[in-house]
């Protein structure tokens, strides 16, 4: 926390954990930001990255030394979780057990997070995994030789976002006269779409 001295300016009021180093500069960039106005704001520098809130009532700049790639946005809650103990005009002591508790509710913040973060990428691996076996499974498919030209175009679309006619025709063994037909059945019945910017087929989902 910080407070305003008339001599020194900026200066900190109280912090946990005690051996948390915070740069002189950093403590006054912070309050000259807030201005004395009932405000959040965020600060991102090369070596400083901090989410802080003014206490108009109290005069109290509450701050939150962040590590360097958090998102200050997802803190607000913590800030404003802090504010409401400010508002109870608590004692010294108090506001020491409340700042210890909003820090440990920080780190809960912190990990919890970073475990939804590696859950997503865990099923984003999974996804792509799965899509790379699917695409595999499309591509056997579409060079079988069982395969109409209808339902091979239909493949390769479906492994394609989209397909210029040359590649079409170089993919599938038919005759240019025969390929045209079935292209225009499959747009007429709105299976297949045709990009006339890209010169292209695609599949309509």
Do not use: C
């Not at 002189?24 to 106005?37: R, Y």
């Amino acid at each position: 926390m910080i407070k305003w001295d008339e001599v020194l300016g900026g200066n900190i009021y109280m912090k946990f954990p005690e051996d948390l180093e915070v740069l002189d500069n950093a403590v006054q960039q912070i309050q000259i930001s807030h201005n004395f106005v009932e405000s959040y704001i965020t600060i991102e520098e090369k070596n400083w990255n901090s989410i802080s809130y003014y206490n108009e009532t109290r005069e109290i700049i509450i701050v939150l030394v962040l590590d360097k790639y958090d998102d200050g946005s997802d803190y607000t809650v913590i800030l404003d979780e802090f504010k409401k103990e400010l508002e109870l005009e608590l004692n010294e002591t108090e506001l020491k057990n409340h700042l210890e508790r909003i820090y440990n509710l920080s780190l809960n913040v912190f990990r919890t997070r970073d475990e939804v973060i590696g859950k997503l990428s865990n099923q984003v691996a999974q996804l792509k995994t799965m899509e790379y076996d699917l695409k595999r499974r499309f591509e056997k498919i579409s060079k079988s030789d069982h395969l109409k030209v209808k339902s091979k175009i239909q493949f390769l679309l479906a492994i394609n976002d989209e397909m210029t006619y040359k590649e079409l025709h170089k993919l599938i063994d038919t005759s240019k006269n025969w390929l045209d037909k079935v292209l225009e059945t499959l747009t007429q019945n709105k299976i297949v779409g045709y990009n006339d910017t890209k010169d292209t087929y695609y599949l309509i989902i």
